[in-house]
Each structure stands twice: as C-alpha cells, then as structure tokens.
C-alpha cells in the first residue's frame, strides 16, 4: 500500500468543557442517558482493544429519550452521570460537548480512539489543526437544526 503525503492541514474546533462545567450541565438536565461510546465500538470491530470504560457518552432530555426508545442507552441518575464523568476525568479523558448551543450530549473521548483527540494519523500524512477564529461560525441552536438544514439542502439539490 503506498501513502501519499498530502502536508495539508485538517481543521477542526471542538468546545472542550472542564469537570466543573459539565458537572453543572448535567445537573441542570430533567432527563439523562448513557450509551456505548461509538468511536471506541466501533475500533472494536477491527480488532483494537481501549482500556477506558465503554459506557461513557451522555445524552440529555429529548437525545436521552431517542437512544433509550431505540435501545442503544439507558437512563440514569445526575449521581450516575457525574460519577462517570469523575472516571473519565480520572482516566484522562476529554469532556466533549456537542456541537450546539442547547447541549444535547457530552462525550468522554481518549486519544487512542476518538476522532476529537486523535489529531495525527499514525503514518503522519494528516494533522488537525484549529480554524483561525475568522473562519469559526456559531453552531446552531440543536443537532435538530443541523438536520433540517441538511435535508433542505438535499432537497435544493433533488431539485436542481
């Protein structure tokens, strides 16, 4: 297999929250739910092992209803979720908080396995890097919002 070097930088901008904070986000949710973590699932299934906890994503008020209806997380207590993410402090793990201003989900990413913290392909080819702050945008109100913009999107193209 040969690789191609391509020395171009992949941006990517991702809210980092500390311990405190996500503590209080989910102190401040109704509803919680925890699933399997999908990054390191799904390095399962190529025969990679990670030593950190399974049970590590959390889903919060109408996200935690989705999983749980759909079987892939249960629900669970506030003192659940912030003693997972007391283990995941623990285990160095990174706070990662979706991508939307109503916080939906905070993920426990690691490095050996989440696209979050693995900024460096192994062969070198590929480095994450931040956007310079003239190219970040404001992320939209819900996960929801980002759907309804994709499927116009779809649609304009359909009709094009």
């Given at each position: 297999m040969d690789v191609i070097v391509i020395k171009?930088?992949?941006?990517?901008?991702?809210?980092i929250a500390p311990y405190d904070d996500a503590a209080a986000i989910v102190k401040s949710k109704s509803r919680i739910a925890v699933a399997e973590c999908f990054c390191r699932?799904?390095?399962s299934l190529?025969?990679?092992t990670c030593k950190h906890p399974l049970e590590t994503c959390l889903q919060f008020e109408t996200f935690a209803d989705y999983y749980v209806?759909?079987?892939m997380a249960?629900?669970?207590s506030a003192d659940e979720a912030l003693a997972i993410l007391k283990q995941s402090e623990a285990e160095?793990?990174?706070?990662?908080?979706l991508n939307s201003r109503?916080?939906?989900?905070?993920?426990c990413c690691c490095s050996c396995c989440c696209g979050l913290c693995v900024t460096t392909c192994p062969t070198g080819a590929l480095a994450l890097a931040k956007k310079p702050d003239d190219h970040l945008y404001t992320p939209p109100p819900t996960v929801y919002d980002t759907f309804?913009?994709?499927s116009r999107e779809k649609v304009e193209q359909t009709l094009e």
């Open positions: 171009a930088d992949i941006v990517a901008d991702h809210p699932k799904a390095v190529y025969g990679k209806e759909n079987k249960r629900y669970i160095g793990l990174v706070l990662h908080i109503k916080v939906e989900a905070i993920c309804a913009r994709m």
